[in-house]
């Protein structure tokens, strides 16, 4: 099993920056992928960005450029920076950890950008 915990959700008006921070705890050692998707109220939920335990980074074509995707294996974090938010990129996001065979989630954080 693999909990994990985000952070750093929060207000911001456009064209400013917030950090997301997702903790993982439990079976960490079978992490394989760690990443950020996003949904909004009766849409599907979007891929953000995604790192491999090898750095390998992908993003969603709506924030390329933008956010940058990171990972702290010593505190088995991984980091959204988020800059030039718009105020599309209000929903929530959700912290997710592949470790095989299985997906897992966190709870999500809000980030709400008012224009």
């Known amino acids: 099993q693999v909990q994990l915990v985000e952070s750093g959700g929060g207000l911001v008006q456009a064209g400013g920056s917030l950090r997301l921070s997702c903790v993982a705890s439990g079976s960490i050692a079978n992490i394989n992928a760690m990443g950020w998707y996003r949904q909004a109220p009766g849409k599907q939920r979007e891929l953000v960005a995604t790192i491999t335990s090898g750095g390998t980074t992908n993003y969603g074509d709506s924030v390329k450029g933008r956010f940058t995707i990171s990972r702290d294996n010593a505190k088995n974090t991984v980091y959204l920076q988020m800059n030039s938010l718009k105020p599309e990129d209000t929903t929530v996001y959700y912290c997710?950890?592949?470790?095989?065979?299985?997906?897992?989630w966190g709870q999500g954080t809000q980030v709400t950008v008012s224009s």
């Open positions: 997710n950890a592949f470790a095989r065979p299985r997906f897992y």
